[in-house]
């Protein structure tokens, strides 16, 4: 790909970014990190990632959310039992990458080894806590 064309889509990521998220593209430079510098995460991220995908045509089939942000609210269950972005090592998403992503049709980060326990277990704490929530309420409600 030639500097100019791959200028021009630095251009139009950069656009796609500063409607998204709302911030001026002056703050979107090549290396800034979209979740640490943009402050996109949780939920807004991965629904930042499935536009960029649709507008630009970018297969995402290997992108894995953990290594570049975490979930939103707080997860009761993940201090005991660790979420996955806390299993592996941050990697940033930037401008830069996702421009090269939007050149090559396909998302480029090669992950390292990892694995991720079968169950997620700080959900299943979550769940069981807010079960007892809910019984304890219903208890204190027919005891009345």
């Known amino acids: 790909m030639n500097n100019s064309s791959h200028s021009s889509t630095i251009v139009a990521v950069r656009c796609f970014l500063s409607e998204e998220i709302g911030v001026n593209e002056a703050e979107i430079t090549g290396s800034a990190n979209l979740v640490n510098d943009l402050g996109v995460w949780g939920g807004d991220f991965f629904e930042l990632i499935e536009?960029?995908?649709?507008?630009?045509?970018?297969?995402?089939?290997?992108?894995?959310?953990?290594?570049?942000?975490?979930?939103?609210?707080?997860?009761?269950?993940?201090?005991?039992?660790?979420?996955?972005?806390?299993?592996?090592?941050?990697?940033?998403?930037?401008?830069?990458?996702?421009?090269?992503?939007?050149?090559?049709?396909?998302?480029?980060?090669?992950?390292?080894?990892?694995?991720?326990?079968?169950?997620?277990?700080?959900?299943?704490?979550?769940?069981?806590?807010?079960l007892g929530v809910v019984l304890a309420l219903l208890f204190k409600f027919l005891v009345m």
């Open 51 to 130: 536009k960029f995908s649709q507008k630009f045509q970018v297969d995402i089939t290997s992108f894995r959310w953990y290594f570049h942000s975490g979930e939103e609210g707080f997860n009761t269950g993940g201090i005991i039992f660790r979420p996955p972005n806390e299993r592996v090592e941050h990697i940033p998403v930037t401008l830069e990458m996702l421009a090269e992503a939007a050149e090559k049709q396909r998302w480029i980060v090669e992950y390292p080894p990892h694995r991720l326990p079968a169950h997620r277990f700080d959900i299943w704490l979550n769940v069981l806590l807010a």
